[in-house]
């Protein structure tokens, strides 16, 4: 079993900034791409950003030159840092996880619980 647990979430003021951070535990042979979501209250879930393991990143033209993922391949755990914040920003927060829990098991997709981000303005 996999589990992919956000932090970092809160309420900030527009301008500001905050970071985010999603820890994947349990057993598990591989993890390869890592990504954080972002569902707005009413609208569809849409991804943020992406990195591959060998830190390749891409990230949605919405948050370009704001937003940045990064990740620690050591310790399992996928970051987004998050400048210059708006209220169209606000949304729950999701990690996902494109993990091998065998050598020979097929890539599956573990989401996290969610964090929730509030931007006043």
């Known amino acids: 079993q996999v589990h992919l647990v956000e932090s970092g979430g809160g309420l900030v003021q527009a301008g500001e900034s905050l970071r985010l951070s999603c820890a994947a535990s349990g057993t598990f042979f591989s993890i390869n791409a890592m990504s954080w979501y972002r569902q707005a209250p009413g609208k569809q879930r849409e991804l943020v950003a992406t990195i591959t393991t060998g830190g390749s990143t891409n990230v949605a033209d919405s948050v370009k030159g704001r937003f940045t993922v990064s990740r620690d391949n050591a310790k399992n755990v996928v970051y987004l840092q998050m400048n210059s914040l708006k209220p169209e920003d606000t949304a729950v927060y999701y990690c996902?996880?494109?993990?091998?829990?065998?050598?020979?098991?097929?890539?599956?997709?573990?989401w996290g619980q969610g964090t929730q981000v509030t931007v006043s303005s």
């Open positions: 996902n996880a494109a993990v091998h829990t065998t050598a020979l098991a097929n890539e599956f997709r573990y």
